[in-house]
Nanobody, 126 residues
């Protein structure tokens, strides 16, 4: 079971990036997905999550209105569209997955997830 993130990089303030999270070895469609990030010298935090059906999403206040989580179960892929980026968004971004029975639930809690990707670096700087 593996998750692989991609799409990180260097972007100027105000710019946008789209991160992808591809699952391999399992069917992502029965898993809730969360996106997390960890900035230098800070704890890892949950920023967005989406239910297995895609019908429920939730966001941390720090990214609400700027970031959008989505998924394409046919492609076994989840996405994080990030707009209006600021230097405060600089961090390593991780996706995570947990198998669920309820297709309408997802959480921002790290401990609820048991499959993690390796992370992708996002740097926002001029």
């Amino acid at each position: 079971l593996q998750l692989v993130e991609s799409g990180g990089g260097l972007v100027q303030p105000g710019g946008s990036l789209r991160l992808s999270c591809v699952g391999s070895g399992f069917t992502l469609g029965v898993y809730a997905i969360g996106w997390f990030r960890q900035a230098p010298r800070k704890e890892r935090e949950g920023i967005a999550c989406i239910s297995s059906s895609g019908h429920y999403t939730n966001y941390a206040d720090s990214v609400k209105g700027r970031f959008t989580i989505s998924r394409d179960n046919a492609k076994n892929t989840a996405y994080l569209q990030m707009n209006s980026l600021s230097p405060e968004d600089t961090a390593v971004y991780y996706c995570a997955a947990v198998e669920v029975d309820n297709i309408l639930v997802a959480t921002l809690a790290l401990n609820d997830y048991d499959i993690w990707g390796q992370g992708t670096q996002v740097t926002v700087s001029s």
